[in-house]
T-cell receptor
Framework: DADVTQTPRNRITKTGKRIMLECSQT?????MYWYRQDPGLGLRLIYY???????NKGEISDGYSVSRQAQAKFSLSLESAIPNQTALYFC?????????????FGPGTRLTVL | TQLLEQSPQFLSIQEGENLTVYCNSS?????LQWYRQEPGEGPVLLVT?????EVKKLKRLTFQFGDARKDSSLHITAAQPGDTGLYLC???????????FGKGTHLIIQP
């Protein structure tokens, strides 16, 4: 079974719709992250969380919000989706006990905003 | 903002050839990681280098961290089709934040 799961794996939506992407992990890690990946731009950090009460903005947080419902769950919301949010979205985890911030990624969600 | 520049962006070679991928920055990183990503999947960690000048080997893959901890290279010996994928380097400037990723090198090994 996968340690980091993401749902849905694919989603097509329309401009202006609210979308939630969900991430669950069984690794027992405290830190969770949301990245987006665009061709030619690489992976960019949207939000990250070190525990349930800690939420931090990343490089490109505008237009996104997150919720850390439990240690194992971290969801990403697009309140009003727009076409330039079309991208691959990845959730990742890391263990607070490791010094090097090595990350474990989920399989990704491909989001298309029409 | 720390930037990591990867080169080349694309590389297509024949099976059995050797290749080197580079990851360069003007910033110092406490550690640098290499990930490999296949289509439809998330990146998977290959290695972490920490000490300036460090060399790590993973079968036919050799990873090196620059002496000043600003750059790294990945060398693949006798490449095989199974090495095909997107190779990403990522720097950790502080354990308090997420990683800074390079844009990746798309590697294709042709049989």
């Amino acid at each position: 079974d996968a340690d980091v799961t993401q749902t849905p794996r694919n989603r097509i939506t329309k401009t202006g719709k609210r979308i939630m992407l969900e991430c669950s992990q069984t690794k027992g890690h405290d830190r969770m992250y949301w990245y987006r990946q665009d061709p030619g731009l690489g992976l960019r950090l949207i939000y990250y969380s070190f525990d349930v009460k800690d939420i931090n903005k990343g490089e490109i947080s505008d237009g996104y919000s997150v919720s850390r419902q439990a240690q194992a769950k971290f969801s990403l919301s697009l309140e009003s989706a727009i076409p330039n949010q079309t991208a691959l979205y990845f959730c990742a985890t890391s263990d607070i006990g490791t010094f090097y911030n090595e990350q474990f990624f989920g399989p990704g969600t491909r989001l298309t905003v029409l | 903002t720390q930037l990591l520049e990867q080169s080349p962006q694309f590389l297509s070679i024949q099976e059995g050839e050797n290749l080197t991928v580079y990851c360069n920055s003007s910033s110092v990183f406490s550690s640098l990681q290499w990930y490999r990503q296949e289509p439809g999947e998330g990146p998977v960690l290959l290695v972490t280098v920490v000490t300036g000048g460090e060399v790590k080997k993973l079968k036919r893959l050799t990873f090196q961290f620059g002496d000043a901890r600003k750059d790294s290279s990945l060398h693949i010996t006798a490449a095989q089709p199974g090495d095909t994928g997107l190779y990403l380097c990522a720097g950790d400037a502080s354990s308090a934040d997420g990683l800074t990723f390079g844009k990746g090198t798309h590697l294709i090994i042709q049989p």
